[in-house]
């Protein structure tokens, strides 16, 4: 069965440094790709980038390039999304979600609540 | 940017044929995918490659198209099917995954 795990929710400070993970299991992590979506509160879905844990080719969304880090580490069937210095206005759901031209399997989300 | 147009809401009664409209000038050419999206969970694929239903999505969920218009049916709609959909394309400078505003699907 296909499984995507993400960390658990986390409340920061503005300027604080975050970085949330997305656990693969039930497939061969490698040779799928990884996107993650952005959904803020009441609103809809929006991408921001896209990661191919083999060779950890990434693709970003130009509203979130430079704003957001996106890695992977095959060994640990792990793919991350992180944050340097957030944002007030980077609170959000985020989910993880397996696939290349669609997501087939989506993981749970993992709520970032930023604020001071 | 390349955008894809839904409709903000969408009102049926049980039982009647709901039908949710997903617009862009690439849809000739892309496929157009389809989520569901119920309060408090994550996004359920419901079509692939164009009619495609993944394993447990019910056969009342089909697609059709109409040059840069995609629709969602859903027939003999359910108080279950009440929820968000988005639709999901490509575009042709290589973004993988744009969605539409969403339509909220309301059974009466």
């Given at each position: 069965?296909?499984?995507?795990?993400?960390s658990?929710?986390?409340?920061k400070?503005?300027?604080?440094?975050?970085?949330?993970?997305?656990?693969?299991s039930?497939?061969?992590?490698?040779?799928?790709?990884?996107?993650?979506?952005?959904?803020?509160?009441?609103?809809?879905?929006?991408?921001?980038?896209?990661?191919?844990?083999?060779?950890?080719?990434?693709?970003?969304?130009?509203?979130?390039?430079?704003?957001?880090?996106?890695?992977?580490?095959?060994?640990?069937?792990?793919?991350?999304?992180?944050?340097?210095?957030?944002?007030?206005?980077?609170?959000?759901?985020?989910?993880?979600?397996?696939?290349?031209?669609?997501?087939?399997?989506?993981g749970?989300?993992t709520?970032?609540t930023?604020?001071? | 940017?390349?955008?894809?147009?839904?409709?903000p809401?969408?009102?049926?009664?049980?039982?009647?044929?709901a039908r949710?409209?997903?617009?862009?000038?690439?849809?000739?050419?892309?496929?157009?995918?389809?989520?569901?999206?119920?309060?408090?969970q994550?996004p359920?694929?419901?079509?692939?490659?164009?009619?495609e239903?993944?394993?447990?999505?019910?056969?009342r969920?089909s697609v059709?198209?109409?040059?840069?218009?995609v629709t969602?049916?859903?027939?003999?709609?359910?108080?279950?099917?009440?929820a968000?959909?988005?639709?999901?394309?490509?575009?042709?400078?290589?973004?993988?995954?744009?969605?539409?505003?969403?339509?909220?699907?309301?059974?009466?």
């Amino acid at each position: 069965e296909v499984q995507l795990v993400q960390s658990g929710a986390e409340v920061k400070k503005p300027g604080e440094s975050l970085k949330i993970s997305c656990h693969g299991s039930g497939y061969s992590f490698s040779n799928y790709w990884i996107g993650w979506v952005r959904q803020m509160p009441g609103k809809g879905l929006e991408w921001m980038g896209i990661i191919f844990p083999g060779d950890s080719d990434t693709r970003y969304s130009p509203s979130f390039q430079g704003q957001v880090t996106i890695s992977a580490d095959k060994s640990i069937n792990t793919a991350y999304l992180q944050w340097s210095s957030l944002k007030a206005s980077d609170s959000a759901m985020y989910y993880c979600a397996r696939g290349g031209r669609y997501a087939d399997f989506w993981g749970p989300g993992t709520l970032v609540t930023v604020s001071s | 940017s390349y955008e894809l147009t839904q409709p903000p809401s969408v009102s049926v009664s049980p039982g009647q044929t709901a039908r949710i409209t997903c617009s862009g000038d690439a849809l000739p050419k892309q496929y157009a995918y389809w989520y569901q999206q119920k309060p408090g969970q994550a996004p359920v694929l419901v079509i692939y490659n164009y009619s495609e239903r993944p394993s447990g999505i019910p056969e009342r969920f089909s697609v059709s198209s109409s040059g840069t218009t995609v629709t969602l049916t859903i027939s003999g709609v359910q108080a279950e099917d009440e929820a968000d959909y988005y639709c999901q394309s490509g575009d042709s400078s290589g973004t993988p995954w744009v969605f539409g505003g969403g339509t909220k699907l309301t059974v009466l």
